[in-house]
């Protein structure tokens, strides 16, 4: 393997995948350890570690394609909805410091596990004072 990230090698053809989509700017393939059936990788063809290490033109290039790769999910597989997920930093699970976001198909209410949404209510007068110490 030439490359030492393993999505730039999967990217320039040194290791297969399950393509299901790939034009000059980005490579979109089937994770090979899913949360669900048809969960898709779709990583730029260049590399850049993360979400703030990549150009605001290439990352707008690489939205638009996982916007495509989902909504032809949707109708294919065919899916009720999906989640789209994109990691940055170990301490945020992330385990291929290549930028890439996951579309993970669903169906039906709590299909797969592993996320949930279904957080507690917070403390509004401690949500008033951490947007004001935070806003930009």
């Known amino acids: 393997m030439k490359n030492d990230c393993v999505f730039c090698a999967i990217a320039a053809g040194e290791i ?14 089937l994770d090979i350890n899913p949360f669900t059936s048809g969960h898709t990788l779709v990583i730029p063809k260049g590399h850049f570690t993360g979400l703030l290490d990549t150009p605001p033109e290439v990352l707008k290039e690489v939205v638009v394609r996982v916007q495509k790769v989902a909504a032809h999910l949707k109708t294919a597989l065919p899916c009720d909805g999906f989640n789209v997920l994109q ?8 385990t291929v410091p290549h930028l890439h976001f996951h579309i993970v198909p669903r169906n039906g209410a709590g299909e797969g596990g592993g996320i949930s949404f279904a957080g507690r209510k917070g403390d509004m007068d401690s949500l008033k004072a951490l947007a004001e110490r935070i806003r930009m």
């Open 87 to 94: 990691n940055n930093g170990a301490a945020a699970g992330q």
């Open 16 to 29: 297969p995948c399950f393509k299901v989509y790939e034009d000059d700017i980005v490579l979109a393939y």
